[in-house]
């Protein structure tokens, strides 16, 4: 970056949290800019990504949100790469800002969703960035509806190699996951949600990994969020 960005960036409005700058934005709630302060936001996903994810893995971050998994993963772990995906358009600009606003260079921003097939589909934007999804939600309806792309997962999978999957399952994941080609994976960690997916995609998962090979890890599992590794530690 040259010395204007630099200047730019160091004027821009952030919060601190873990050692990154997240830029200050409308849509975050009192919750998430008080979770950032205090260290906290996302803590049990972060946690586990960086008790799996190696220096020398790419990792795949399957809604990557405001990026604090793969910000801390690319400049603190710092991995080989990390491609976020986010289906929030809104989300994926901010990616790209924060990514740049961190000097991150070694992270990618796929905007759109992954599908079983290349298309377009809607995209609900709930006030809260947490709860927008590609589902209709009777107990949260969306204040906007966006199209949005959509990406073959399998052929986005085959051409960047990842070796680490992050995923937060909020709905279609849970059926898409059982699709996928992830024999190439050392890794995962993903983000369940049961009140959404239900114990069907909840299995859905967990048969998934381990048709791939991918075992439970309970090192970098908490609650909710699960670990799966190929090989177990030796020490």
Not at 176 to 203: C, F, M, Q, T
Request: charged share 20%; net charge positive; proline share 5%.
């Amino acid at each position: 970056m040259d010395g204007t960005t630099d200047v730019a960036n160091t004027a821009q409005p952030s919060i601190k949290s873990r050692g990154l700058r997240f830029p200050k934005a409308a849509f975050m709630t009192p919750a998430m800019r008080t979770a950032l302060r205090k260290d906290t936001y996302e803590n049990t996903l972060v946690t586990a990504c960086n008790r799996t994810a190696l220096p020398e893995d790419t990792v795949l971050d399957i809604g990557a949100g405001i990026g604090a998994v793969s910000a801390t993963l690319a400049k603190q772990q710092t991995v080989k790469m990390v491609h976020a995906v986010e289906a929030n358009p809104e989300l994926a600009t901010y990616l790209t800002n924060m990514f740049a606003l961190n000097g991150i260079e070694n992270a990618s921003v796929i905007s759109g969703a992954l599908g079983k097939r290349k298309s377009t589909a809607d995209f609900h934007v709930r006030k809260n960035p947490a709860l927008s999804s590609l589902t209709v939600r009777e107990d949260s309806p969306a204040g906007v509806i966006e199209k949005i792309e959509v990406h073959n997962a399998r052929a986005l999978i085959k051409d960047l190699a990842p070796t680490v999957i992050v995923i937060d399952i909020q709905g279609s994941e849970a059926e898409l996951i059982p699709d996928l080609d992830l024999s190439g994976l050392r890794a995962a960690v993903v983000k369940l949600h049961p009140k959404w997916i239900g114990p069907e995609g909840v299995n859905a998962v967990f048969a998934a990994m381990m048709e791939a090979g991918l075992n439970y890890n309970a090192r970098g599992s908490n609650g909710k969020v699960v670990s799966f590794r190929r090989t177990w530690p030796t020490a």
